[in-house]
């Protein structure tokens, strides 16, 4: 599943990715064919 937040209502701009509960650092995400379901959760703004 796939969310996107924008608490800040802005309409550009990433401000963090979160995949299962974790930060990702570099804001890109590993796709893993492990026949699992995910959390992504991305919110918009600036970093």
């Known amino acids: 599943m796939i969310e ?3 608490p800040e209502r802005v309409n550009t701009g990433v401000k963090k ?3 299962d509960g974790r930060e990702l650092e570099s ?5 893993v ?8 959760e ?3 703004g600036k970093k």
Request: charge should be positive; hydrophobic fraction near 40%; proline fraction near 0%.
């Open 17 to 19: 990715v979160v995949v």
């Open 27 to 31: 804001g890109k995400i590993q796709l």
């Open 33 to 40: 064919n492990d026949k699992e379901e995910h959390k992504v």
């Open 4 to 6: 996107v937040k924008n």
């Open 42 to 44: 991305v919110y918009m």
